[in-house]
């Protein structure tokens, strides 16, 4: 028997294993973004344009386009949410904007939240939503609009419903993305 053959067959009852050290927690917190976010911000929405259909975005989003954008959503105090690691980097982003970008709407929302890929199954969507849906209230928002892509996207429907979110209609064949047609479910949910 070789020696590298022995070692790997030589195991320690599991009794007098070492316990290995515990895995550091998951922290982080969140708040307002600022305008110095936005760098990483467009870092994790383009990780979706690129990466999914969860956006039928096909084109990476510009820092100039997400400053516009940014500076609409100070202008009407609209929520624009980021959570740090206690190192300093950003885990997720969400924001409402007035329905279909029109400012008119700007008592309707739709909601965008996205997890950087170190992020995701963590629950931190859910905190995310929750911290969300309270400042959109506080700001005078009547309903909140989520569009979700139609493929794979049963979690998020799930999640949606808990929070009160009530299905309102679905387009087939709406969006082409990664050769294939995509659909969308549309929810809302009533603030006032």
Aim: proline content about 7%; aromatic content about 8%; charged content about 25%.
């Amino acid at each position: 028997m070789l020696e590298e053959e022995y070692e790997t067959r030589r195991q320690l009852p599991q009794h007098l294993r070492p316990v290995p050290p515990p895995e550091p927690g998951f922290e982080y917190s969140i708040r307002p973004a600022v305008e110095s976010d936005l760098p990483n911000v467009r870092e994790i929405y383009n990780h979706y344009v690129l990466n999914s259909s969860v956006t039928f975005d096909e084109k990476p989003q510009t820092l100039a386009a997400l400053r516009k954008k940014f500076a609409t959503s100070e202008k009407l105090r609209m929520p624009y949410l980021v959570a740090e690691s206690p190192s300093g980097q950003l885990l997720g982003i969400a924001w409402v904007f007035p329905w279909q970008g029109n400012t008119a709407n700007r008592r309707v929302v739709e909601l965008s939240i996205y997890l950087g890929p170190a992020a995701t199954g963590r629950g931190l969507g859910k905190v995310l939503l929750e911290r969300l849906l309270t400042d959109a209230k506080d700001a005078g928002i009547k309903d909140v609009i989520v569009v979700i892509a139609d493929k794979g996207a049963e979690a998020s429907i799930q999640m949606h419903k808990k929070f009160g979110f009530k299905e309102t209609g679905r387009m087939g064949k709406v969006g082409f993305k990664y050769d294939r047609w995509l659909g969308t479910v549309t929810m809302q949910k009533k603030l006032r």
